[in-house]
Structure formats: structure tokens, C-alpha cells
């Protein structure tokens, strides 16, 4: 089973920087696509950037440039690195997986839910101005 644990929420200013990390365990394929994804009070989960065992990327629009996604493999540690947070940027992000023989991230899109099969519990990220 796979099993998704997210860390790095806090609480920063407008302007400020934080990096999230996902630990996957439980993966018994090359193959996988991990995503970020963030839920504020009210809207829909929103896709904010992915990234697979080929290191293909991709983002949501949202994102211009400021969060970049990694990945180290040795430790199956997938990364949200954010910076110039703004309060909009204020949700609960999480971690998700889909893993399996083929498996890629399908990156002419920003990741959808629907796509991810294996999710975490999360971690609040908030942003003041």
C-alpha cells in the first residue's frame, strides 16, 4: 500500500518562502507521477504542479514561476519548494500519487485529482500580509 506523508506547512508573510516535502513509501514500481495539490476553505482542489520518474514537470498557471517541484529518488522524497508566497496562496496542500508500470505525469496540463490514485493527509500553509 502505498502511503503519502506530508511536511513543511507553517505559517509566513507575503513575500516569504517555504519548502514542502512528501515522503512516499510503499512504491514498488520505477514508474510513478507524484503531485502537489492545494484545497482553500470554500473552492475546489486545485492542481499546483507534478512531477515523474523521468523528472518531467508540470504546473498549474497559478504558479508563474515561483514554486518548483523535485524529487530525489535515493530517498523517495518528492519537493514543493514556494517562494514569494502570497495570501492567496493560503490552502491545504497536498500530496498525491499515482504509481504503476507506465506510468507517467501527463504534463501538457497542470495535474488534475482525478488522475492520482494515492493521497496524504496534508499540510496548512498560510500566508499573511
Known amino acids: 500500500q502505498v502511503q503519502l506523508v506530508e511536511s513543511g506547512g507553517g505559517s509566513v508573510q507575503t513575500g516569504g518562502s517555504l519548502r514542502l516535502s512528501c515522503e512516499v513509501s510503499?512504491?514498488?514500481?520505477?514508474?510513478?507521477?507524484v503531485g502537489w495539490f492545494r484545497q482553500a476553505p470554500g473552492k475546489e482542489r486545485e492542481g499546483v504542479a507534478a512531477?515523474?520518474?523521468?523528472?518531467?514537470?508540470t504546473y498549474g498557471d497559478f504558479v508563474k514561476g515561483r514554486f518548483a517541484i523535485s524529487h530525489d529518488n535515493a530517498k523517495n522524497i518528492a519537493y514543493l519548494q514556494m517562494n514569494n508566497l502570497q495570501p492567496e496562496d493560503t490552502a491545504r496542500y497536498y500530496c498525491?500519487?499515482?504509481?504503476?508500470?507506465?506510468?507517467?505525469?501527463?504534463?501538457?496540463?497542470?495535474?488534475?485529482?482525478?488522475?492520482?490514485?494515492?493521497w496524504g493527509q496534508g499540510t496548512q500553509v498560510a500566508v499573511s500580509s
Open positions: 498525491a500519487a499515482d504509481v504503476g508500470r507506465g506510468i507517467f505525469c501527463y504534463t501538457r496540463l497542470p495535474p488534475r485529482p482525478v488522475d492520482f490514485e494515492y
Open positions: 510503499g512504491n514498488k514500481y520505477n514508474n510513478y507521477c
Open positions: 512531477i515523474d520518474s523521468r523528472s518531467s514537470t
